[in-house]
């Protein structure tokens, strides 16, 4: 099938187009440079033009117009994914949702939004609205849109809570629009979330969310040092127990991590600390205050309630998941990360066995989560990038010592997830994208069903585009 971009342009010129080269190679890219890797590999990509749909029908008629004349449609937030998930590997569309902004309902327990609304947005109108808010949310919260962190995003500022976005309840609905001759509107409940979620829009482009809230607190940010990490790693899982006390993050930074990179914390942390970032409920403190008298060593730096630092550290969550690494990567461009599953059986054993093979290397930066209705652990861990092949060899050892990678120096959907096909998210994308159109390269198994995964996928589309 060869594209037919000029013609696709012309059909759709009465909708809000761009096509100003500079506009849109930087509407083509996201934080895919966080891997080296992917910088070496994706830096020439560029799509052909961008659309800005303003309603459903809009995106319907995009899809509609792109279908006939074969030109490739890559949906897009404000691309805050670090996976190379918004890149147009084979140029085309750029299908923007930012106009796509509404919170179009607010409910006891849930609201109805659009896809481009940014997290933040959500937040502010329904905790006016009604004192709640979102469950979970990653930490570029400040500008991330909601159909990009269901669509890339598998958790963040709340799983300590409520899990990753995929379990059951965390997503009500989704309205989803087909790539055919004539798109459908499917709404998707239920099992058949899956098939959406996290596709990074390969088999179907999402117009409508509707997702569940908690009640909105004034959430307490604190900052703890302690000076033995493993304590810290036991204080973490064991706050995380509670039942009773309720936390929406807690986030462990190896040292030095909050020394070298964390600029407005590092005056307040001693040599060889170990940092603990935290959210708690207010009426929560009272006994957070009583859980910390079993670690004497334990020191409370900052609260966003009562401290006074000289400069502001900002909201705490900003210091967590992804922020992490990018704090890291404007003190030292050789920095790099990869996102490790540690589990729920014995995590905090898996993690000393890693540390000690690696530190400082690998820096652990651990993300307590939920998984299954037990405390788990997850890794966004700092890597000192020297090599690609080091790099190989590493995710290769923590593969062998049990230590699950979902590999960030990848941009496929399998090569980041569990390196197997996931047959509902191929099933629908025959029925829903017939001509493969949607995001090309991003899905091994429409391209190539019996890779084996023995090296990285390279869709061999891509040489053309970065030509």
């Known amino acids: 099938m060869k594209p037919n971009v000029a013609a696709a342009l012309a059909a759709l010129s009465h909708l809000e187009i761009d096509t100003n080269p500079v506009a849109v190679k930087a509407k083509s890219r996201d934080f895919f440079w966080y891997s080296p890797v992917l910088k070496a590999r994706l830096d020439g990509v560029v799509g052909d033009f961008v659309v800005s749909p303003k309603s459903e029908a809009e995106v319907i008629e995009v899809l509609k117009t792109c279908y006939a004349h074969n030109v490739p449609v890559t949906t897009r937030g404000t691309g805050t994914g670090n996976y190379g998930q918004a890149m147009p590997l084979a140029g085309g569309c750029i299908l923007h949702m930012h106009k796509m902004n509404a919170v179009k309902e607010i409910h006891p327990g849930r609201c109805i939004v659009e896809p481009g609304c940014l997290l933040k947005d959500i937040d502010a109108a329904c905790i006016s609205h009604s004192a709640q808010e979102l469950r979970m949310f990653s930490s570029t919260w400040a500008t991330a849109t909601i159909g990009g962190f269901i669509a890339g995003g598998s958790g963040g500022v709340g799983s300590v809570r409520w899990g990753s976005l995929r379990d059951p309840g965390n997503i009500i609905r989704l309205r989803v629009i087909t790539m055919e001759e004539e798109p459908r509107i499917l709404e998707c409940r239920g099992d058949d979330l899956h098939r959406v979620s996290h596709a990074y829009g390969t088999n179907g482009i999402i117009t409508e969310i509707e997702i569940p809230l908690a009640p909105a607190y004034d959430w307490v940010g604190i900052f703890v040092t302690l000076p033995d990490f493993d304590e810290a790693m036991q204080f973490s899982y064991d706050?995380?127990?509670?039942?009773?006390?309720?936390?929406?993050?807690?986030?462990?930074?190896?040292?030095?991590?909050?020394?070298?990179?964390?600029?407005?914390?590092?005056?307040?942390?001693?040599?060889?600390?170990?940092?603990?970032?935290?959210?708690?409920?207010?009426?929560?403190?009272?006994?957070?205050?009583?859980?910390?008298?079993?670690?004497?060593?334990?020191?409370?730096?900052y609260r966003s309630d009562a401290s006074d630092w000289d400069r502001d550290p900002g909201h705490v969550f900003e210091y967590g998941w992804n922020h992490t690494t990018l704090r890291a990567l404007k003190v030292d461009p050789t920095i790099t990360y990869l996102q490790v599953g540690y589990g729920t059986d014995d995590p905090l054993a898996l993690i000393a066995e890693i540390r000690a093979k690696f530190s400082p290397e690998v820096l652990q930066h651990i993300e307590v989560t939920r998984q299954n209705g037990r405390v788990a652990m997850g890794g966004l861990s700092l890597v000192k990038f020297t090599t690609e092949a080091r790099l190989d060899e590493i995710v290769a050892l923590h593969e062998a010592a049990g230590a699950m990678v979902f590999n960030p120096h990848r941009y496929t959907l399998e090569e980041g997830g569990r390196q197997s096909t996931d047959q509902r998210q191929l099933d629908f994308k025959r029925e829903a994208d017939p001509k493969g159109l949607l995001n090309p390269g991003k899905m091994i198994a429409w391209d190539n069903p019996d890779w084996s995964y023995d090296q990285m996928y390279a869709w061999p589309g891509l040489t053309k585009v970065a030509e």
């Open 239 to 301: 706050l995380a127990s509670c039942d009773g006390l309720l936390i929406k993050l807690a986030t462990i930074f190896e040292a030095p991590t909050a020394q070298d990179y964390f600029q407005r914390v590092a005056p307040h942390v001693q040599p060889g600390d170990t940092v603990l970032a935290l959210m708690v409920a207010p009426h929560a403190m009272e006994a957070f205050t009583t859980f910390c008298t079993q670690f004497p060593t334990a020191k409370v730096i």
